[in-house]
């Protein structure tokens, strides 16, 4: 590990997102003791935060149907947390009554994703969440905020930075102590990230966002990089990079945990993370889905024998 | 440089607003594939990428076949590309016999190959660093009378296979003898991709002070993810100059079934998300990443053809 360098931030807190963003997006449907047992491993990695899963519908996401099982049956290690999304009134309650302490809601940049995904506009989704918000408060439950779409959306390609301000803007006014912005397609490069932000930055303190970089386009890092430079220090990743992109078939989506922990490693930012307890959690959930990590750092580290 | 100042200088902008993208796909991509390429089609590889809009395509090596079967065809390959007028075709020469075989195919412009390791010049070239660089004393002078441009490369800048960690005053001395020899630009090395971000910019700090920026070039492999990263920090320092190889072709011969140079695509992608001018062809490169893909009867490495590919 490199002496810290300055301008950085000294802390980067990492969000695995592989359980429920990634599982979410990948074709197998997995076992509930397959899903507890990979969340139960990156609990002891070191993350400060692990998305469990998803109290949707299981009509909509099959994928997460076990939620309620999923929630009961982990493991709950100190100074861990264990968020759970829920797009509704219902799903808040749902969660609650699982045992969650902790609730993510969704929104987009993009009217027309907004529609797509889940059937209503931008403002009927935000006085969904706002009700979500409100419950929460009341229960002092912490709710994190997602604008999707930040850099490009499937449907309206180029996505105003003023756009993803104001969405989040909304997001943070209605009470969400953070928020992460989500390169949902990853077509973002280092220049639009940087213009999203500083319009984003305009609106929110820096302290209370979060990026969710995909890495369709191999830009992912990159793009961390870019924003932890302009001082962001909250970063979603995924182990082994589970969770491919709906919207390009065959392609990649969410960055590899491992990737991001190796770069931060390199630049002498603490995360807390145990780069080796990440890739053996990766090397069990790949074993399971039988598929190969899409995390780099993983391939070259089994491949020189350094991981067995 | 502290990266905070490096930031605030990408912040005003202060990136390039020209990157010369040097193609190395057809040399080192194909150099590491484990499939001979017919001759053919490396030719017409490299005419595809004559028309994408890249400046510089590293042709072939003219190294033994012993040591290097890939590159066996080295003077047909050489003869038999389209040189269009503009572009530039540099071919590897490791020594005074592959310079003048190089020169009699038709080569005008060579480079040469240093390193910043001992362990693993010894293992590669069986000789030592300071051994290796009198060996180019010879190229060097024939160049000059030639008026043939030299490119000189220094591997493992950021870590080696053999000693790991490599002190960045090596790579600025390393550099240093190859630029004062004579070589116009300097192309540093990331040979098995593990440095960082925070390894590029310490070892780019100690190489500017002995060579100026404008000469030179960064070759990142991203057997770790890290290249564009890395490159991105390179850029944010000065350096235009990056090297790349179309559908990130060539794995890594350290590290059995990981990745080695970074896409050409890929990297074009970025450059253009940043507004940098390049002159490639996205469009082109892509088609040309297709067609060797296809001929080699693998997937494709880059992720912005596996993204732009609707299966």
Not at chain 2, 214 to 223: E, S
Not at chain 2, 228 to 239: E, H, Y
Request: proline share 5%; aromatic share 6%.
């Amino acid at each position: 590990q490199e002496p810290q360098v300055s301008g950085l931030p000294e802390y980067i807190k990492i969000v695995e997102v592989g359980p429920r963003d990634g599982l979410q997006n990948e074709k197998v449907i997995v076992p509930t003791d397959i899903k507890i047992e990979l969340i139960n491993r990156l609990s002891k990695t070191g993350v400060p935060a692990v998305e469990v899963t998803s109290f949707v519908s299981s009509k909509w996401v099959p994928q997460m149907a076990d939620h309620k099982e999923v929630m009961r049956g982990i493991e709950r290690h100190p100074g861990v947390q264990y968020p759970v999304l829920t797009p509704n009134l219902q799903g808040f309650h749902s969660a609650i009554a699982a045992g969650a302490t902790e609730v993510s809601v969704f929104g987009a940049a993009s009217e027309s994703f907004s529609k797509m995904n889940i059937n209503c506009s931008i403002e009927e989704s935000m006085e969904k969440f706002d009700e979500v918000a409100k419950s929460a408060r009341n229960l002092n439950i912490p709710v994190r905020g997602y604008v999707s779409c930040a850099l490009g959306c499937p449907y309206e390609g180029n996505i105003i930075p003023a756009k993803v301000a104001e969405v989040s803007k909304r997001l943070y006014s209605m009470g969400c102590y953070e928020i992460s912005l989500g390169d949902t397609i990853g077509v973002g490069t280092p220049g639009s990230m940087k213009k999203m932000l500083e319009a984003v930055m305009k609106e929110i303190p820096l302290a209370a966002l979060a990026v969710h970089c995909h890495d369709t386009y191999g830009q992912a890092l990159a793009n961390i990089l870019t924003a932890i430079q302009m001082g962001v220090s909250v970063v979603d990743s995924s182990v082994s990079g589970l969770g491919g992109c709906p919207y390009a078939k065959g392609a990649t989506g969410n960055v590899a945990t491992e990737d991001v922990i190796y770069m931060l490693n390199g630049l002498g930012i603490n995360t807390g993370v145990n780069l080796y307890a990440v890739m053996e959690a990766g090397n069990f959930i790949c074993t399971a889905l039988n598929k190969r990590t899409n995390s780099k750092v993983a391939q070259a580290c089994f491949n020189t024998g350094t991981i067995k | 440089v502290p990266l905070c100042q490096v930031s605030t200088a990408a912040a005003a902008g202060a990136y390039p607003k020209r990157v010369k993208v040097v193609e190395v796909g057809p040399r080192d991509g194909l150099q590491n594939e484990k499939n001979v390429v017919p001759t053919p089609v490396k030719i017409n590889l490299i005419n595809m990428l004559s028309e994408t809009g890249l400046q510089v395509i590293e042709a072939t090596s003219f190294v033994s076949p012993k040591w290097v079967p890939q590159m066996a065809d080295h003077t047909e390959v050489m003869q038999g590309i389209n040189k269009v007028p503009g572009i530039s075709y540099p071919v590897l020469t490791p020594n005074l016999k592959g310079f003048q075989a190089a020169v009699a195919a038709g080569a005008k412009e060579v480079s040469i190959f240093g390193a910043a390791s001992e362990m693993f010049t010894q293992k590669n070239i069986n000789c030592s660093i300071e051994e290796s660089l009198e060996r180019f004393h010879e190229v060097m002078a024939a160049a000059r009378a030639a008026s043939i441009p030299v490119r000189g490369y220094v591997s493992c800048v950021l870590g080696c296979p053999y000693e790991g960690k490599i002190s960045a005053a090596k790579v600025a001395e390393v550099s240093k003898k190859l630029y004062s020899m004579g070589c116009y630009e300097i192309s540093l090395g990331d040979t098995i991709g593990v440095g960082t971000p925070g390894s590029m910019r310490e070892m780019l700090t100690m190489v500017m002070k002995e060579v100026p920026v404008g000469a030179l070039a960064v070759h990142c492999h991203d057997t770790y993810g890290q290249a564009l990263a890395n490159i991105l920090v390179a850029l944010q320092m000065g350096v235009a100059v990056v090297d790349a190889s179309v559908a990130g072709l060539g794995g890594c011969p350290y590290a059995q079934g990981a990745s080695g140079n970074v896409a050409t695509e890929d990297l074009v992608y970025m450059l253009n998300g940043l507004g940098i001018h390049t002159g490639v062809d996205l469009q082109k490169l892509m088609d040309t990443g297709t067609f060797i893909c296809n001929a080699l009867n693998r997937r494709t490495n880059s992720k912005v053809s596996q993204a732009s590919c609707r299966l």
